[in-house]
């Protein structure tokens, strides 16, 4: 009968056809025959190892990763309030508010009265530095989104249906703008090296200074 | 909703669409890494890893292949690069145990277990290559072209894998019987 069978060779004669010699001793050999058949059941439980599911809140770290690297848009938050036709600058503010919490922006933009002091901001700032949980955290968002859509809308209807420069007196604009700008400040503030944030406060200077030209424009003209 | 339709959307940064293929493939995406990483917390991070690849990479997807196959092809890429460069860093192979703590046969959950912890406990060559081919189903050119080995050394490594896999788990059955079924509670 000759040696047994080696357990690579067996690992082998798991899918592989055996040599006329190994052949020969499996056929005389049971000890090797069970071997060969604990082998073939491992590897076949091997192949039915099921999927395994992530940890909880797997999908929480992942999205914010694919928000913070700008993978994801939201883009049923405008659809949903009728706000798809809001300009791009105005959306690119609104995720600088969002960022701070954007508690403040409603009451601004809401009674276009003066404009919120640094503490207008630190409402927000303060929902997340209470969110002592992932899901409390999220909560705030939701809470802070929100709120902005309110303030966005507001702010859509005193712009006019063309989402430009119409009903709105340039003087609350400009307010309104000031706002943005402090915001999105204040949120490169938080996180300077941030790309995201810092083309978000490029995006609402670029804004400001555009209507800035055209108040400009105007008064040339008036005189 | 066809699934490419779901995948444009997603390439387009759609949220609900990523979250909608995230809830498809997440377990099977989280099996892989999981199993080539040997170890919870890491798994996680090449899962996620794998997952900004691959929403990254959407919109060069073409629908040649399926689209679990070419996902699951950049898991298993995100995870042996993160282990690659965790070695680089290391410079130095995490000690491996000689004997697998699992229990004997009672259940398929048990054997599952069972083969899961033994799993980790292979070393890290022969464990890359055992779950490409006999979890997975990889052929020996793809492990290659994954690994960088050839199709011969990814056979070689299959056997010695086997081999280490059915020693750790016949002397651990031969435990059981000597000890009995309770020395195995702590399972």
Same mark, same amino acid.
């Given at each position: 009968?000759?040696?047994?069978?080696?357990?690579?060779?067996?690992?082998?004669?798991?899918?592989?056809?055996?040599?006329?010699?190994?052949?020969?001793?499996?056929?005389?050999?049971?000890?090797?025959?069970?071997?060969?058949?604990? =082998?073939?059941?491992?590897?076949?439980?091997?192949?039915?190892?099921?999927? %395994?599911?992530?940890? !909880?809140?797997?999908?929480?770290?992942?999205?914010?990763?694919?928000? #913070?690297?700008?993978? !994801?848009?939201?883009?049923?938050?405008?659809?949903?309030?009728?706000?798809?036709?809001?300009?791009?600058? =105005? @959306?690119?503010?609104?995720?600088?508010?969002?960022?701070?919490?954007?508690?403040?922006?409603?009451?601004?933009?809401?009674?276009?009265?003066?404009?919120?002091?640094?503490?207008?901001? #630190?409402?927000?700032?303060?929902?997340?530095?209470?969110?002592?949980?992932?899901? #409390?955290?999220?909560?705030?968002?939701?809470?802070?989104?929100?709120?902005? !859509?309110?303030?966005?809308?507001?702010?859509?209807?005193?712009?006019?249906?063309?989402?430009?420069?119409?009903?709105?007196?340039?003087?609350?604009? =400009?307010?309104?703008?000031?706002?943005?700008?402090?915001? #999105?400040?204040?949120?490169?503030?938080?996180?300077?090296?941030?790309?995201?944030?810092?083309? %978000? %406060?490029?995006?609402?200077?670029?804004?400001?200074?555009?209507?800035?030209?055209?108040?400009?424009? @105007?008064?040339?003209?008036?005189? | 909703?066809?699934?490419?339709?779901?995948?444009?959307?997603?390439?387009?940064?759609?949220?609900?669409?990523?979250?909608?293929?995230?809830?498809?493939?997440?377990?099977?995406?989280?099996?892989?890494?999981?199993?080539? /990483?040997?170890?919870?917390?890491?798994?996680?991070?090449?899962?996620?890893?794998?997952?900004?690849?691959?929403?990254?990479?959407?919109?060069?997807?073409?629908?040649?292949? +399926?689209?679990?196959?070419?996902?699951?092809?950049?898991?298993?890429?995100?995870?042996?690069?993160?282990?690659?460069?965790?070695?680089?860093?290391?410079?130095?192979? /995490?000690?491996?145990?000689?004997?697998?703590?699992?229990?004997?046969?009672?259940?398929?959950? $048990?054997?599952?277990?069972? $083969?899961? +912890?033994?799993?980790?406990?292979?070393?890290?060559?022969?464990?890359?290559? $055992?779950?490409?081919?006999?979890?997975?189903?990889?052929?020996?050119?793809?492990?290659?072209?994954?690994?960088?080995?050839?199709?011969?050394?990814?056979?070689?490594?299959?056997?010695? /894998?086997?081999?280490?896999?059915?020693?750790?788990?016949?002397?651990?059955?031969? /435990?059981?019987?000597?000890?009995?079924?309770?020395?195995?509670?702590?399972?």
């Amino acid at each position: 009968m000759g040696q047994h069978l080696n357990a690579d060779t067996l690992a082998r004669l798991v899918d592989h056809p055996a040599e006329p010699g190994e052949a020969r001793h499996l056929a005389q050999c049971e000890r090797c025959r069970t071997e060969l058949t604990a =082998m073939r059941d491992q590897t076949d439980a091997l192949g039915a190892l099921p999927e %395994l599911l992530p940890p !909880v809140g797997d999908w929480d770290v992942l999205e914010a990763r694919l928000r #913070s690297e700008g993978l !994801v848009r939201d883009r049923g938050l405008f659809d949903r309030f009728g706000l798809a036709r809001t300009p791009g600058w =105005m @959306r690119a503010a609104a995720a600088a508010v969002l960022f701070l919490g954007g508690t403040g922006v409603g009451a601004v933009l809401g009674t276009q009265g003066a404009l919120p002091t640094a503490g207008g901001l #630190s409402g927000g700032d303060a929902q997340f530095a209470q969110a002592a949980t992932l899901e #409390s955290a999220a909560e705030a968002v939701r809470r802070a989104e929100r709120d902005y !859509v309110t303030a966005l809308t507001r702010y859509q209807a005193l712009l006019g249906t063309d989402g430009e420069a119409g009903a709105m007196a340039d003087p609350s604009r =400009m307010a309104a703008l000031e706002y943005l700008v402090a915001a #999105s400040q204040a949120a490169v503030r938080q996180a300077p090296a941030d790309p995201f944030l810092n083309g %978000l %406060l490029a995006s609402t200077l670029a804004e400001r200074e555009a209507t800035v030209q055209r108040l400009a424009s @105007r008064r040339d003209t008036w005189f | 909703m066809t699934e490419r339709q779901l995948i444009q959307q997603a390439a387009d940064g759609d949220a609900r669409a990523i979250r909608t293929l995230y809830d498809r493939y997440a377990p099977r995406v989280y099996a892989v890494v999981r199993r080539i /990483a040997a170890d919870d917390e890491l798994a996680q991070d090449y899962a996620q890893e794998a997952w900004i690849r691959a929403i990254r990479a959407l919109p060069t997807f073409r629908g040649d292949a +399926r689209f679990s196959t070419w996902l699951h092809r950049i898991a298993v890429n995100a995870a042996l690069q993160a282990i690659r460069k965790a070695e680089t860093r290391r410079k130095r192979e /995490a000690p491996m145990p000689d004997r697998v703590p699992v229990g004997p046969k009672r259940s398929d959950a $048990l054997l599952q277990k069972r $083969l899961e +912890r033994a799993l980790d406990a292979l070393p890290e060559g022969m464990r890359r290559v $055992l779950i490409l081919h006999d979890v997975e189903g990889y052929t020996h050119d793809e492990i290659g072209d994954v690994l960088g080995v050839t199709a011969g050394t990814s056979k070689s490594q299959l056997f010695k /894998a086997r081999a280490k896999m059915r020693d750790m788990l016949s002397s651990l059955d031969g /435990a059981a019987q000597e000890h009995g079924a309770e020395a195995w509670g702590s399972i």
